[in-house]
């Protein structure tokens, strides 16, 4: 049985998802916010449009859980994504010339602003709390 594993002591565990609903055009982006304790600290879910590309929506969610979380000042923080394309981008491992950009470079923004932040790839089996939420916010 796979666990979620806690932050090192005074830090915040962020971990994100998006959920896509072709038929309706939906995303749901899923966002927790966990302790050293494991305690939740803050949870949100959000209904946007998708607009074609999974790769945008994982990154949107990243955004989304970012700017909750430092404008609650849950920080240093470790962010866990299970995309792995999401994290490398965000971590400028690689690098898009597609709208996603713009993302990307908030997301950047948000972190250089604040020390101590770290960007992880994690299997789904890891980061089912976060994907139940990205569920409810389509409406499933």
Same mark, same amino acid.
């Given at each position: 049985?796979?666990?979620?594993?806690?932050?090192?002591?005074?830090?915040?565990?962020?971990?994100?998802?998006?959920?896509?609903? =072709?038929?309706?055009?939906? *995303?749901? $982006?899923?966002? +927790?916010?966990?302790?050293?304790? %494991?305690?939740?600290? @803050?949870?949100?879910?959000?209904?946007? =449009?998708?607009?074609?590309? *999974?790769? $945008?929506?994982? +990154?949107?969610?990243?955004?989304? %859980?970012?700017?909750? @979380?430092?404008?609650?000042?849950?920080?240093?923080?470790?962010?866990?994504?299970?995309?792995?394309?999401?994290?490398?981008?965000?971590? %400028?491992?690689?690098?898009?010339?597609?709208?996603?950009?713009?993302?990307?470079?908030?997301?950047?923004?948000?972190?250089?602003?604040?020390?101590?932040?770290?960007?992880?790839?994690?299997?789904?089996?890891?980061?089912?709390?976060?994907?139940?939420?990205?569920?409810?916010?389509?409406?499933?």
């Amino acid at each position: 049985m796979s666990m979620w594993i806690p932050p090192p002591d005074k830090w915040f565990k962020l971990n994100v998802d998006a959920s896509i609903d =072709e038929k309706k055009r939906l *995303v749901g $982006l899923g966002m +927790v916010i966990r302790d050293s304790k %494991g305690e939740i600290m @803050a949870a949100a879910g959000k209904r946007t =449009e998708f607009y074609g590309d *999974v790769e $945008l929506a994982k +990154v949107e969610a990243i955004r989304f %859980g970012v700017q909750i @979380a430092t404008e609650s000042g849950l920080v240093p923080m470790i962010i866990e994504s299970d995309s792995m394309n999401a994290v490398m981008l965000v971590k %400028g491992k690689t690098s898009s010339i597609k709208e996603i950009y713009w993302v990307i470079s908030d997301i950047q923004m948000l972190i250089s602003q604040k020390a101590n932040f770290d960007v992880c790839y994690i299997p789904r089996i890891y980061n089912s709390a976060t994907h139940n939420m990205t569920k409810i916010a389509t409406g499933y």
